[in-house]
């Protein structure tokens, strides 16, 4: 299956986003966080932002400033956390290459 509006997706791509250390994906980030997560977001907004800021694991003003320009380019609330809204509206990187940062497109199963 294909994200809506997005390129063909090769079966069995998988999708980075970010998640919290239990493996959750229902994770909240903000300003002072210090996480892998965190990383995974920074290295998102790079590949699919082009963002340029550093994958340093620290949530910081540069982080924040990319997030709000990618939550203000998806759609998402323009609040500078990293949650629920913001996970389902902003576009990830996946194994299927640089050009396919697309949106989650998760498929229920059952």
Request: proline residues 9%; charged residues 10%; contains cysteine.
């Amino acid at each position: 299956m294909s994200p809506p509006g997005g390129p063909p997706v090769p079966p069995g791509t998988v999708y980075f986003y970010p998640a919290a250390a239990n493996g959750s994906s229902w994770c909240w980030m903000q300003r002072g966080n210090h996480s892998t997560a965190v990383w995974a977001l920074q290295w998102t907004l790079n590949e699919c932002y082009f963002a340029g800021i550093a994958q340093d694991w620290d949530f910081g003003p540069a982080t924040e400033r990319a997030l709000r320009t990618a939550q203000a380019r998806s759609g998402a609330t323009v609040d500078g956390g990293y949650g629920p809204n913001t996970r389902a509206l902003l576009k990830y990187i996946s194994t299927a290459g640089p050009a396919y940062c697309n949106q989650l497109f998760l498929v229920g199963i059952g």
